[in-house]
DNA sequence: TCTAACGTACGACAACTTTCGTACCGTTTG
DNA sequence: CAAACGGTACGAAAGTTGTCGTACGTTAGA
């Protein structure tokens, strides 16, 4: 059980889009921004464990999240500096709200995707 | 030989990653900001005309991309306007440079983000 | 140690995507 | 009118994705 992860330079928008660009991983990854590192289990998906580890994968494998295994869970994440490092703007567009950036440059304290 | 374009409302999240999650769209979207409406023939891509079809048809249902006969050539354009009133940021993501939402609020032409 | 929980691995299958060739259709132009 | 041009429509083939069930491996706890 590998688990592998692209390392940041090798992460490509084509396939962080592609990943994203399917409504149950979006599910997940906003689910991921809501509540932050968390167990698979910890979101509720109506599709059987096989189908979500399908997903996870493409998540990771794309650059999207990391996964490292804890005890007998394993526990999941958001790549958020990586992303951010990478293609500036998009975690916060794909999260539903104004990006953390744009707030920034606006000059709004608190600008964070709840 | 309808050309369906979905409504600006109708336009999903998950339907436009999936349509830019892909290279060759990816290339049609940055040359068509490049380049502005043309003619499909203006962009050189190296696949045959059925399957150039097949891509634009794609860009174009999933509400990123407008065309309209025009003579005997098919005028294509980005929905710059459509897009960014939907999910703001994104095109500035996607092609590559920052996003012209985020120079605005920025208020500094030249503003270079680290 | 035995069992339960969490999640992966594998194999199968259906559905969708990507690609192409050929045929076609509407417009312009000789 | 006829031919050339720009592009779609259709059908087929190959590859990829999404889904599941079952089997397995690991860890935690009784």
Redesign the pocket.
Known sequence: ??LYHPPREQIELADVL?ALG?P?RLKIVRSLAEQGEC???AISLD????????????LRESGVIR?Q?S????MTSLRREDLDARFPGLLGVVLGGRSPELAAAAGHPGGDTA
């Open positions: 059980m590998t592609n399917h149950i167990a698979c289990s599709i059987s464990k096989s189908t979500a580890t399908h997903h996870w994968r493409v996964q295994q005890g007998r869970t394993i």
